[in-house]
């Protein structure tokens, strides 16, 4: 019963590897969904977040605006550490929840946590193996720029406000290079899924 995490910068081709993971038969649990859904409407975490910064980062239907609350945060490291405060231990529990949820449903059970945010805030849990989604900065930026439409400046500015690719790499059990074509990319995936059992012997050796 593996649990494997999967992290990766903005742009780096992390869903990629997850989607090719969940084809070759993992259950992924995804960090950025749970997070959305224990800040739903009405939830015990949406009314601290709005208790913290006001009803300015509600939508009128009175789901959470994440523009609205990002724009609060981004740039504020005082206002961001606040904010995960509230949210970080919620989404811990509830992702031990479905990795616990998963496993029960299949002892034998591959189960990957999709989750960006892993150096910053899971990098300690105890995970069977890390893996990393990497492409060089100056590929992220032009997939940003191409893909979602980011200025340069924008797209820049989006890399630089996470970790750097150095603490990421540092981490890696795997590092699955996704600057190539999206074959070579699953390709690699392929490979690690054959030699799992081996991989996560070895780190579990060293």
Do not use: C
């Amino acid at each position: 019963m593996p649990l494997i995490a999967l992290t990766g910068g903005i742009a780096a081709g992390k869903s990629t590897v997850a989607e090719r993971l969940a084809e070759l038969g993992a259950v992924i649990v995804d960090a950025d969904q749970v997070v959305r859904d224990v800040q739903g409407p009405g939830s015990p975490v949406l009314q601290r977040i709005v208790a913290e910064f006001g009803d300015g980062i509600l939508s009128a239907d009175g789901s959470l605006n994440r523009a609205a609350l990002g724009s609060l945060v981004f740039g504020h490291p005082n206002r961001l550490a606040a904010l995960n405060a509230i949210v970080h231990p919620a989404v811990r529990e509830e992702s031990a929840r479905r990795f616990g949820q998963a496993f029960s449903a299949d002892a034998d059970a591959v189960v990957v946590y999709d989750v960006p945010l892993l150096v910053e805030a899971r990098v300690d849990d105890p995970w069977e193996l890390i893996v990393v989604a990497h492409a060089p900065a100056e590929v992220r930026e032009r997939r940003l720029r191409e893909l979602r439409g980011m200025s340069a400046q924008e797209a820049a500015s989006r890399i630089a406000s996470q970790v750097p690719d150095e603490a990421r790499l540092g981490i890696a059990d795997v590092v699955i290079d996704t600057a190539g074509t999206l074959a070579q990319t699953r390709d690699q995936v392929d490979v690690l899924w054959e030699a799992l059992p081996l991989r996560i012997a070895a780190r579990t050796s060293r």
